[in-house]
């Protein structure tokens, strides 16, 4: 049998597949092939086949004409478009949600709830703010399971929404993978102490949280050490919003430490909480240690004296506050002569809110001349809110102003306890009002005495002060029928002519 072979034009970049057959080790035949290279073939195109591929062609029993009929695949396969076949189908890829919408979808179909149509339009927003839509625990649950992969949020504002303690761990969850969101607020929520340990966990992880409001979420003395570790242990986070919750005594002397070794807030909001006593000279002291924090909201809290003798103190050493609001902490003299010194010494800070304190004038007399007698402050805010001054002290702020213009001091206004005047006694206004109108008394009552007596009885009495026109409560007009009365017989009646017995003159100068 003759070999057969094909012929490829020189240069073409191919492959010449040469079918054949041969035996195997046990002498059955086996179908085979010889792969040509383009290396392989002579500037005529003949294949330079080697003894042995020779043999195997010509002894592989395949025809010309068979060959002829088998297929020469040329070498495409190293070309850059490849093989075009049946095979070769490509399956469309879904493309990845960043969003969380499907997922949130799925979500409230699986928990039997309604979307919230406001975070379906903005989630893809970088700000959601969700505060009063009334979502719940299972809600937020949804929420949190679409914000999982969510790319593009980065400030998220569930406040007052009942979530509960279910709802926080559910959020604290999710940021320990989100890794976008930097701004966090679920407050007034009523989380309670399950939730602070939830996010306390949470934000040991997370690292990208750097503002954080929890306030009015009924944190207790329970809660303290929670909350110490959240204030300790966290480097990332500026801001923190502990407000309008329920810290007292105890919680202040765990927290006060915990501020002292934080070395990251630069915000810290403690106001409207129950934090007196050894608490609050506690957290005052935190501030001589530490030098970071920026702004501190301690107002109604119940400091009294000395708490805020404690915070003065601090303040003579610290050097990074900038404000402090101590606003109705209930402190007296000791706090504002303690903070009096403080101003002198301190040249950090800014804003100081001292409003709604009984410190009265006297105490803002204190403080202000302080002031005045340093060549220069920090100091650019001064808040006396709903604390009267009188005009001493008024000319006294002026004088401080003239030496450092750029303070604002404001105050609850001129005024203070003024002593009422005495209201006149019903005869001398009975008499002012004859003398204004020129009415002549003994001529009106004899007109309601019908016997000419100089009595008359109460009734008529009442009648002609009315006609006078002289307008009387109950007690003055017993007062005048009292002076009435005839001692040796009461029965007879009222004795007008006794309202005769003050001149006029009396009655004007008691007046005045």
């Known amino acids: 049998m003759e070999s057969s072979s094909v012929i490829l034009p020189p240069g073409e970049e191919a492959q010449l597949i040469i079918p054949v057959i041969q035996e195997d080790s046990e002498g059955l035949p086996q179908n085979d092939t010889i792969a040509i290279l383009p290396g392989e073939v002579d500037t005529s195109g003949v294949p330079n086949l080697s003894d042995s591929q020779t043999d195997v062609v010509t002894a592989g029993a395949v025809t010309e004409g068979e060959l002829s009929q088998e297929q020469v695949e040329l070498g495409s396969e190293h070309s850059d478009t490849g093989w075009e076949t049946d095979l070769e189908i490509e399956e469309e890829k879904e493309e990845f949600d960043v969003s969380g919408k499907k997922v949130y979808l799925k979500a409230c179909e699986t928990m039997g ?48 929404n009942g979530i509960g303690a279910e709802g926080a761990i559910a959020i604290a969850d999710m940021l320990k993978d989100n890794c976008y969101i930097t701004k966090l607020d679920i407050s007034d929520n009523g989380i309670g102490v399950a939730g602070a340990y939830a996010m306390a966990e949470m934000l040991k992880y997370n690292t ?7 306030r009015g979420n009924h944190f207790d003395d329970k809660a303290a050490e929670i909350i110490a570790d959240i204030i300790k242990g966290n480097l990332h986070l500026t801001c923190l919003d502990l407000s309008y919750n329920e810290l007292g ?18 915000t810290l909001d403690l106001s409207w909480n129950h934090i007196r006593k050894k608490g609050a000279v506690a957290v005052a002291n935190s501030l001589k240690a530490n030098q970071m924090l920026k702004d501190f909201n301690i107002s109604n809290n119940g400091f009294s004296n000395d708490g805020v003798v404690a915070l003065a103190k601090a303040l003579e050493v610290n050097s990074s506050l900038v404000e402090l609001d101590i606003s109705n902490n209930r402190f007296f003299s000791d706090g504002v002569n303690g903070l009096a010194k403080a101003l002198q010494q301190n ?77 006149p006694e019903p005869i001398h206004r009975l008499i002012k009002h004859l003398d204004e109108h020129n009415i002549k008394l003994m001529d009106v009552f004899k007109k309601f005495d019908d016997e000419n007596s100089g009595f008359v009885t109460e009734p008529n009495f009442r009648e002609a002060v009315k006609f006078m026109g002289l307008k009387l409560v109950e007690s ?16 007879a009646g009222l004795h007008y002519g006794n309202l005769l017995e003050l001149p006029s003159t009396d009655a004007q100068t008691t007046e005045t």
């Open 249 to 266: 005594d105890a919680a202040g002397v765990v927290i006060g430490p915990a501020i002292a070794d934080n070395e990251a807030l630069r």
């Open 347 to 423: 040249d950090t800070l800014k804003i100081l809110k001292l409003g709604k304190n009984p410190i009265q004038a006297l105490g803002v007399k204190v403080i202000v001349t302080a002031l005045k007698s340093v060549s220069n402050t920090a100091l650019e805010e001064l808040d006396f809110k709903d604390i009267t001054i009188n005009p001493e002290v008024e000319k006294l702020i002026a004088e401080v102003k003239e030496v450092h213009p750029k303070i604002k001091i404001t105050h609850g206004g001129l005024g203070g306890y003024v002593k009422p005047k005495p209201k």
């Open 208 to 214: 990208t949280i750097s503002e954080c409001y929890l």
């Open 113 to 160: 709830i309604i979307p919230a149509s406001y975070f379906i339009r903005n989630i893809q927003e970088p700000q959601v703010t969700m505060h009063h839509h009334g979502i719940g625990s299972k809600g937020t649950k949804a929420i949190a399971v679409a914000l999982v992969s969510n790319t593009t949020i980065t400030g998220l504002n569930l406040a007052d």
């Open 476 to 491: 003055e007009l017993q007062k005048l029928m009292k002076m009435c009365q005839a001692e040796s017989d009461p029965a």
